[in-house]
């Protein structure tokens, strides 16, 4: 049997393996394996429907906001069409189902497709520039494509909504918080799986390399156009991946959510996480999920109490101001997220007590 | 006919209007190139400072406007100080996210104090100033708003040519490094640049309070159209920016006096695509030879 081994007290890394590892000991690789088996074996009989229902939440936010992290902190492009791309995949789903009748393990990988070429569709004229026009691309996507949501009534049936058929695997019935848990967890395990990976192959590199220096990446024969594209792509492909898990898990989907307020709420997600970090972006979800679901408990109470009810407070503003006063704070007090909290906590344990 | 001169007129004041919203956007453009995603919310900000000023302190309007200036002018300082040097040196993406979070803190704050109402001024403008030419009729407001535009176009482009102040800022944009090591102050020039286009925000965002009413969501969206008229306009072009302006203010109206309303709110965006596919730099901007 092969020696655990435990962080060495400094980088003695000599080989390119070495380096690209994702656990760095065999104590991470116990602990994560741990943790799943913890994840899937007692927590969805542990935990309260309520409590469920947030976790599930979080597991699909956290596969979109994976996708916006490939986006902005592997590429360097920002996007703030997030949320109408998930529109697109919720509402591809949702009629992949219905009108074509398409079953639900082929219908969520076909609306992720589908919102991979609708995000190509807006990043093709933008993607060819320097600086930062996808930005403004996708900015002009969200709006373009809500309104088609809402108007293009023989496709999406407009402000009505759509009902889904419910999810079922090989005539297996998937209802409930608890059966849909496995299928959220599974599905960002999975995502998550992929994205890691991808980012140590030659196409992370590529990414990482176009963010940081685009010129030295095209002199060392990156072609920039079709990497930022196909960035792009896969973000946006996440990003309908998760939408549809979303229109499944909600089963009636109407056009109202998928705003520009959901799009900032994603960059939150990235930016809270870390950028460049896949399990960053977890953190973010979690994070941002707890601050709603937080905010949601907080004015119930303010309203129950009648201590701000005759101001009329309500909810949505104070999400607003709470978002967006996170989002600054993380920026200039810790721009690489709550990644980086996470592991300076970690070597603080690592190098007590000499933590220098 | 009466309804299409109807509609120009409406069009092109509407369209002034979005140019001169535009301006401020530029020049922080021009003198950082950051993406101001905040704009919206800054004109939401100086319009209810005026209401504040002019309704609930009972300002006469020849006080409370310059007061409104001022502040605006302050509050772009503070922005900067606060918010943007920290960031100095930085990579822009970190910048432009921050106009985000920015803009989302600022309208919730709005929302929390004053609500979603619509709110409008008392009427102040004399009725002497309106326009009539046969069957068109121009407000007063129309009037008031293309002149101060037409003096804040004229008083930028002597800016950006002649002063010492407005060519450092066009430095800073160029090469924020170059102009750096010639003894460019950049950070003044930010706090500047961040102070004017604060008070050409709040300015325009008065002007429009007081023809559409000031609701916080409106205007935030106003700040947001802003961004397929600057690109038509060229990104970095002051001048841009005003025909910008009038071209999707025009739009806007023809399509929803002759297509459909609901199109109306859309047809700025979709130009916004068309252009980057076959003009990305706009009709007047600078291009940049390098591409990628």
Known sequence: MRKLHFHPCGNFNDRYEQELTIFETDFGRTAVLAGLVILFAVIPYASSAYFLYILNTIAIMSIAAIGLNILIGFTGQLSLGHGAFFGVGAYAAAILSTDAGFPFLFAVPCAGVITALVGVLFGLPSGRLKGLYLTIATLAGQFIIEYLLVHWEGLTRGTMGIVLPEASIFGVALGGDRCFFYIAYGALILMTFIAVNLMRTRYGRAFVAIRDNDRAAEGMGIPIFPYKLLSFAISSFYAGFAGALWAYYMVSITTEPFNLGLSVEYIAMVIIGGLGSITGSIFGAIFITGLNEGLRWLTDILMSTNILSAIGLSMAPLRELAFGTAIVLFILLEPRGLAEVWRIIRSNFRLWPFSY | ?292
Not at chain 2, 42 to 51: E, H, K
Not at chain 2, 71 to 89: A, D, K, M, N, T
Not at chain 2, 181 to 189: I, Q, Y
Not at chain 2, 252 to 281: A, C, H, N, Q
């Open chain 2, 1 to 292: 006919m009466e309804f299409f001169i109807q509609l120009l007129v409406n069009g092109l004041s509407i369209g002034f209007l979005y140019g001169l919203a535009a301006m401020g956007f530029v020049m922080i453009f021009k003198s950082s190139s950051v993406l101001n995603f905040a704009h919206g919310e800054l004109m939401a900000l100086g319009a209810f400072v005026f209401l504040v000023l002019i309704g609930w302190a009972g300002l006469p309007v020849y006080l409370a406007f310059p007061l409104t200036l001022v502040f605006c002018f302050i509050l772009g300082f503070v922005v900067e100080r606060l918010f943007l040097r920290p960031l100095i040196g930085e990579p822009l993406i970190y910048v432009i996210m921050l106009t985000v979070g920015l803009a989302s803190m600022f309208k919730g704050a709005m929302l929390l104090i004053w609500g979603g109402n619509l709110y409008t001024f008392p009427d102040f403008l004399p009725e002497g100033l309106a326009i009539r030419w046969g069957s068109v009729n121009i407000p007063p407001v129309y009037a008031v708003s293309i002149v101060i535009g037409l003096i804040f176009l004229m008083l930028f482009g002597l800016f950006f040519k002649y002063s010492s102040q407005g060519i450092y800022m066009r430095s800073v944009a160029d090469n924020q490094p170059a102009a750096l090591s010639l003894g460019v102050h950049v950070r003044k020039v930010f706090a500047l640049s961040w102070a004017i286009a604060a008070l050409v925000a709040g300015m325009s965002g008065i002007v429009l309070g007081i023809i559409n009413g000031i609701n916080v969501h409106d205007l935030s969206s106003i700040g947001l159209k802003v961004f397929p008229v600057v690109i038509l306009g060229g990104l970095d072009s002051i001048g841009g920016a005003v025909i910008g302006g009038i071209i999707i203010g025009l739009l806007e109206t023809f399509t929803g006096g002759y297509l459909s309303t609901s199109l109306r709110d859309v047809i700025p965006y979709i130009v916004l695509v068309f252009i980057l596919m076959v003009k990305p730099y706009g009709l007047f901007g600078l291009v940049e030879i390098e591409r990628v």
